[in-house]
């Protein structure tokens, strides 16, 4: 084996092991033995433990965040279902290695593996502010998309400590969940609503985003639910007795958030 | 002042000291100079700085689970405003200690301090149930709560970093997302449904529900926005020259997710 051959089958074989295993049970033995190398040739190559972890980690990072890339066709909730499909296999297939990274307390945790997963996350936010071709996205906007990279990073931990529910669901779920965010932010910030409404115009009925709409729709006939919406959405009647109430953002007046 | 007196005054300094600045940069001489004692006298009471550290964040820790708690009383979503309003200032005056803390890869990360966060964790996941008073939650809405939970933690460290919205949007909007998840997964499991019903019918049109619905109402009017989820929850059309489409969950029939 060359030099480089070599070295590049020690970060391999660590990365497996790594994958597996928390990293304070994988020892430099562990990684000479599994590559049929001797401790001292591991150490002529790197320097300690650490420094293999890192390097490996970062080989795991960037093969993630190439599993984010997606051509920009089709409905966007079927594209991010993708994405989220090719992340979830590898959640799946580096499961201990995943969690103890992102439990974080690991005794290998550094200024370096917080910059791999730092690096991760901002390939996730920017794939997906891509995806979303809003020309300059607001505060409200990132911060919707880093809650819900947050939200599938907890997600998937919850999952592999638990397996409660079958991996497509939750993958499912996590589209949804991105969707269902983009519609409150839209919400909040009416100069989304235009952009929502083409996102919407381009899904399908059976794609995430219809799936969600039906089941939200069955849920409005489950009795007392139209009511209470209706409820609260009506204008506060005048008040009778009580003081006058403060005022409240009313509604559909885009101005109001101006 | 007594050896109890002069425990508590160290772990009282330190902690205002972890609170305003990442415990690198905190130093047992930094310590006993604030607590006007000798550096001697700090090791005689704590074997070094990260016992300290870690006995400083438990009580910081214990502060901030004390805050989740919240009387049973009026609209849920007013409940965990509240709280969330006690959460965000607690956020506020513990900002660069909370994130250094939360930000993990930190040189003071340890089990110790990994089982504080899952401490105070644990305490809102325990919190938020007792209030929902869900007899025997699914796996599906704990996930809900944690996934929420997690939700808080990132948007609250972005927020210290950037400071881009007012803190009370920030509480507002936490808020929301937290009803928003709540439906979302009453959408997924129809068994929540008359849990929800009841949930809505005790919110009030000022409140944080009924300002979403305020908005979410405001969003409809945005052109194409109903129409387009008109042909989302629309049975899908016959199939006329391409094959039958597979079976899809089709809205309200509760069997469908038993």
């Known amino acids: 084996m060359s030099v480089d051959e070599r070295r590049e089958q020690l970060i391999a074989v660590a990365l497996e092991l790594f994958s597996v295993r928390p990293p304070e049970e994988v020892s430099i033995d562990d990684i000479a033995a599994a590559a049929g190398a001797s401790r001292p040739l591991v150490y002529h190559y790197f320097p300690g433990k650490q420094a293999l972890y890192e390097e490996s980690l ?137 952009e929502l409404a083409s996102f919407l115009a381009d899904e399908r009925p059976d794609g995430p985003t219809g799936r969600l709409v039906h089941d939200l729709a069955g849920l409005l006939a489950v009795p007392g639910i139209t009511e209470a919406l209706g409820t609260l959405a009506a204008p506060p009647a005048a008040p009778v007795a009580s003081p006058p109430a403060a005022p409240v953002a009313d509604g559909p007046s885009p101005q109001a958030a101006e």
């Open 58 to 194: 970062r080989r795991a990072g960037r093969e993630l965040a190439g599993r984010f890339e997606e051509p920009p066709e089709g409905p966007l909730s079927e594209r991010l279902h993708r994405v989220m499909g090719r992340y979830l296999d590898f959640v799946q297939s580096h499961g201990p290695g995943f969690a103890a990274l992102l439990r974080g307390g690991s005794v290998a945790a550094s200024a370096g593996t917080s910059a791999v997963i730092d690096e991760v996350r901002r390939a996730a936010h920017d794939q997906i502010l891509g995806h979303l071709a809003i020309p300059d996205p607001s505060p409200g906007l990132r911060l919707t998309v880093r809650a819900w990279i947050a939200n599938a990073e907890i997600t998937s931990l919850e999952w592999l400590a638990e397996r409660s529910v079958p991996l497509e669901e939750l993958q499912l779920h996590l589209v949804q969940e991105f969707v269902a965010a983009l519609v409150l932010t839209a919400a909040r910030e009416p100069a989304l609503g235009a």
